[in-house]
């Protein structure tokens, strides 16, 4: 299996999801033992699988924030992926579980629809015409309020780019 460009992080964050939940002796090793075990496979599957592979400082990162996250007990979120992982001894019964997964997946979600969002604006900007909400929405097949919650962080780029319209 290989993974593209574009791909790379969620399928690495999700590997390394994976082997610590699965593979709990590299979280019974002491931290800097274990770290170093984990990170040395990750390694290994980074150069096998991403073209081309990730640098050092983004597995690291990745690794550092998956392995605290379990020694805590928190929940690994795997992107992409509508499952959550839970430490076994984690403590949480299953009404906590649901309430946890469903945060989880809410900012997922959202997350997911603002990029979706940043997509449809870059793909109308191909075209010479004013963007609105409403033609978001249109282009994504959500409502306009959909379209409203998720507009803040897009409104300068937007008001910028329909201005130019005018001035061309």
């Known amino acids: 299996m290989h993974l593209p460009e574009g791909e790379r992080n969620n399928g690495m964050v999700s590997i390394t999801s994976k082997l610590l939940k699965i593979n709990e002796t590299y979280l019974k090793a002491n931290v800097v033992e274990g770290k170093k075990s984990i990170l040395g496979e990750i390694y290994r599957l980074n150069n096998l699988m991403c073209k081309p592979a990730l640098p050092p400082f983004q597995i690291n990162r990745m690794v550092n924030s998956c392995y605290q996250k379990l ?45 979706n969002v940043q997509n449809a604006i870059s793909q109308l900007k191909q075209e010479p015409r004013k963007i609105t909400q409403e033609l978001v ?12 919650k998720y507009w803040n962080p897009f409104k300068n780029e937007v008001a910028v780019y329909n201005r130019s319209l005018h001035t061309n």
């Open 137 to 148: 929405a249109e282009k994504l097949n959500v409502t306009a309020r959909t379209i409203q």
């Open 71 to 115: 020694l805590e007990g928190k929940p690994l979120a795997e992107p992409g992926k509508r499952s959550i992982a839970f430490k076994d001894n984690s403590g949480y019964g299953t009404k906590r579980k649901q309430e946890i997964v469903g945060v989880e997946t809410g900012k997922l979600r959202k997350e997911r629809r603002a990029i």
